[in-house]
């Protein structure tokens, strides 16, 4: 009975290990891609060097720095419970093995001490057979020392197959020791270095407040500029929707407007689009969003918003714009200021992606999904600053990028 209670609760113990040491492994991998983010961020930062001025640019950076190491500290944190638990779990089965080895090893003994028994009675184990006084008693006495001998050998292979199992969770209870310190050192190390990002972002902030003027004009600028880029977007994109609208005007949309007129193909596309959202793969190959969409506050100037249209994401200066999505290339054109642009269309969904330096399409390409489609503008005046704007549209009615972007 001890020993079905034993098989039942190391059963139950390692499925729990199993389950924690899933949920470690994922938790691992959250902390890699946050490492690979730092990374990138630092990457960047570094870019920044060349000018000790204090800039936006710079604060966006390192608030974005201390955003992913939070991030990678509560993670971390996450993981040395899993990993706490995992190691309850290795030491629960290991001691539940370790009752179940006790036990058959009193029963080994008890069968090695049965057996001495028997011969110190004098009774050899072909004597024993020998005496049976018919041969049906003869055939019995041979399978019983066969089957005694057999268990025997069984209880030997069990006591050995235990042994090594112990061992095997010895072995993972060490490897476990390991992993949390040194996941614990990585956790002291993040604190130190997020302690560092937080005293540079405080005395950027005090710098850049003495500035207000400056940023204020600065803003306002910024805002003219980026509101030329949008209207100028919204006048060819309502210009492409005009051109393809049904003839017949009976043909409304839910909203009330006429509907854009789409080939089976452009319908099946938009369908697929529609059916991707959160798992669009990001318009540049690493980065993270500088400019959320929407009203937003300045990130130094008090009672001053920011309304982006789109989003902003800022990248290394090595990385290109690529398309999100299969489509074709319906328009390429510059605003003074915004450098370059380009509209990809997919169906009655459409991508933008502007301040390009150059673009590798044309009007009339079909593009396929990550496929290049220009170079980021680098601000040589602004820290290197490499930034893409980036927005998506349904219709004529403009979308949270954010919410179509796989995370």
Known sequence: MKRIIYSLLLFLMIGNFQS?????????????????????????????????????????????????????????????????????????????????????????????????????????????????????????????????????????????????????????????????????QLREREHDKLSGDQRKQRQMLNTLKKKEKELLAQQKKQQKKADELNSRIERLIAEEIKKSETKNSSKKSTSGRPEERMTKEETLIAGNFEKNKGRLPWPVEKGFVSGKYGVQPHPVLEHVTINNKGIYIQTTSSCEARSVFEGVVTQRFS?????????????????????????????????????????????????????????????????????????
């Not at 915004?338 to 502007?354: C, M, P």
């Not at 390409?365 to 893409?388: A, C, F, H, M, W």
């Open 20 to 184: 924690f040491s899933q949920s470690v492994k994922e938790l691992e991998k959250q902390r890699k891609a946050t490492l690979q983010q730092l990374e990138t961020t630092g990457k960047m930062l570094n870019e920044t060097k060349r000018n000790e001025k204090a800039t936006l640019n710079k604060l966006t950076i390192i608030n974005r720095n201390i955003s992913e190491r939070k991030r990678l500290i509560n993670t971390i944190g996450n993981e040395i419970d899993a990993i706490n638990l995992s190691m309850d779990s290795l030491e629960n089965a290991k001691q539940t093995l370790e009752g179940e080895l006790a036990l058959l090893k009193a029963d080994y003994a008890r069968l090695v001490e049965e057996s001495h028994y028997s011969l110190n009675k004098g009774y050899s184990q072909l004597l024993f057979i020998l005496s049976a006084d018919t041969f049906d008693r003869m055939y019995r006495r041979l399978r019983y020392l066969q089957e005694f001998a057999s268990y025997r050998r069984m209880q030997a292979e069990q006591i050995e197959a235990l042994q090594k199992e112990i061992a095997s969770q010895n072995e993972a209870l060490a490897e476990s020791r390991n992993s949390k310190q040194e996941i614990l």
């Open 335 to 407: 605003v003074p200021g915004s450098n370059n642009a380009v509209i990809i269309k997919h169906g009655n969904y459409r991508t933008v992606y502007a301040n390009l330096t150059e673009i590798y399409v044309k009007e009339g390409d079909k593009v396929s999904p990550k496929q290049r489609i220009g170079k980021i503008y680098v601000d040589s005046d602004n820290d290197n600053k490499t930034e893409l704007y980036f927005q998506i549209w349904k219709d004529k009615s403009l979308e949270n990028p954010s919410l179509w972007l796989a995370r």
